[in-house]
């Protein structure tokens, strides 16, 4: 089983400033079958980043992914109001499928 | 638009049975694989458990595997998750995904809202 390690757990910032969210696997995620999710409170998770780096339909553009192998990053350039939420990664390579423990972007 | 609407979650003692419901719509239902991720109290994200478009492919995670069993209705555009056995720890909300692409190495690109499963004497 792949395990993924997200850091930091909270990442506490201000509207404006650049966000960068850090997941690391236990072993290579092949094909950089990486995904990245954005979960609000009361809402549905939603696709962020697949792929590792490319965009999900309709996801602005200060959301970037980058990374390979073992370590992803997820970069939000400049956090907007509706960017505070929790993030998670998921790897699709391999049974079963496994979610990062998450981290959660707070408003400082 | 693209829509998956879960039902069925409530209040079970422990041991007991429940039965979720996933409708989807907007999309060729029968085309794609669909997930069940549940979301426990103060906890991530845990994938469940998956069924391929014609039922041929599935997968469980180890924590459900025997007491769990997914089904889909394609000509209904439903899914489901049989859960058996429950226990508190099965205790989250229930989420639905539509896997794209529909293969075998999917991500997930549309979630339902969630159902509330409370396992609970």
């Known amino acids: 089983e792949i395990v993924l390690t997200q850091s930091p757990g909270t990442l506490s910032l201000s509207p404006g400033e650049r966000a960068t969210l850090s997941c690391r696997a236990s072993?290579?995620?092949?094909?950089?079958?990486l995904a990245w999710y954005q979960h609000r409170p009361g809402q549905a998770p939603r696709l962020l980043m697949y792929?590792?780096?490319s965009r999900a339909t309709g996801i602005p553009d200060r959301f970037s992914g980058g990374g390979s192998g073992t370590d992803f990053t997820l970069t939000i350039s400049r956090l907007e109001p509706e960017d505070f939420a929790v993030y998670y990664c998921?790897?699709?390579?391999?049974?079963?499928?496994?979610f990062g423990p998450g981290t959660k972007v707070e408003v400082k | 638009q693209v829509q998956l609407v879960e039902s069925g979650g409530a209040l079970v003692k422990p041991g007991g049975s429940l039965r979720l419901s996933c409708a989807g719509s907007?999309?060729?239902?029968?085309?794609?694989?669909m997930t069940w991720i549940r979301r426990a109290p103060g906890k991530g994200l845990e994938w469940i458990s998956y069924i391929s478009g014609s039922s041929q492919t599935i997968f469980y995670a180890d924590s459900v595997k025997g007491r769990f069993t997914i089904s889909r209705d394609n000509d209904n555009n439903s899914v489901h998750l049989q859960m058996n056995s429950l226990r508190a720890e099965d205790t989250a909300v229930y989420y639905c995904a539509r896997a794209l692409p529909p293969n075998f190495y999917a991500y997930l690109d549309f979630w339902g809202q969630g159902t509330l499963v409370t396992v609970s004497s």
């Open positions: 072993q290579t995620v092949s094909r950089n079958f």
């Open positions: 907007g999309f060729t239902f029968r085309d794609y694989y």
């Open positions: 792929g590792a780096s």
């Open positions: 998921q790897q699709y390579a391999s049974l079963p499928r496994t």
